[in-house]
């Protein structure tokens, strides 16, 4: 899809950077998502960063109504155009989910896009950045407080998976930020993750999630060729490869 991130200037409204391509991306996405699910396919995205989710979920709800959300990151994500320092987008998809802001992203795909209990937060650990810069909390807004990659080896990241299923409904989107893995693990993302997953973790986590019959679409987001000196990204597709390989 033609949906590119371009500008540099803050928008005095919605606090977004190149919010006139993120609001062209997200109608481009929501456009041919719809396409796809009416034609009863499973979507598929891969590429960008986590600014392609509003579009996806709006689209989701327009044919299928309400559906669960799986996000897995390493971020919360849920900062609006005020409390992102830096105005990214990328800041803001579960804070738009959720209905929260910035108001014109939001008024544009009609958020909230999902029920908020169908929402499972999965590998965050940067709760005490979020907390401290006044993003809102999962909680605050009646999400279910986020599994943390300390909860997540508590539990186990297969069950793990398989208790976000349960909670997910029967029809659910999964979006993977790469980031949620450790930066020792995986480097080639923009954010470094000090305190990510394993590749273990994420391989056991994946396939209760996507093979599961309720899974209508998946995104993966935030892989930075440029800081993959052997290109290819070969433990994503190996990670891919093992979680969808049944299907």
Known sequence: MAARIVGQDRD???GIVGWASVSAATRTIRNQVSALLADEKVPVLIGGCCTLLPGALAAARDILGPVGLAYIDGHLDLYDGITSTTGEAADMPVAVAAGLGPAPWVEQVSAPLVPLDRLVLLGASDRDESAALGA??????GIDPEVSPADLRSVGPGQTGYAAVARLGDRYWVHLDVDVLDKREFPAVDYPNEHGLTRGELAALLPPLVRSPGMIG????CYNPAKDPGGGARLLTEL????FAPL
């Not at 809102?136 to 807004?141: D, F, I, K, T, W």
């Not at 998946?218 to 987001?221: D, M, N, Q, T, V």
């Open 136 to 141: 809102a909390l999962p909680e605050q807004l």
């Open 12 to 14: 005095p409204r919605s």
């Open 218 to 221: 998946f995104s993966l987001a």
């Open 240 to 243: 891919l490869g093992a979680a």
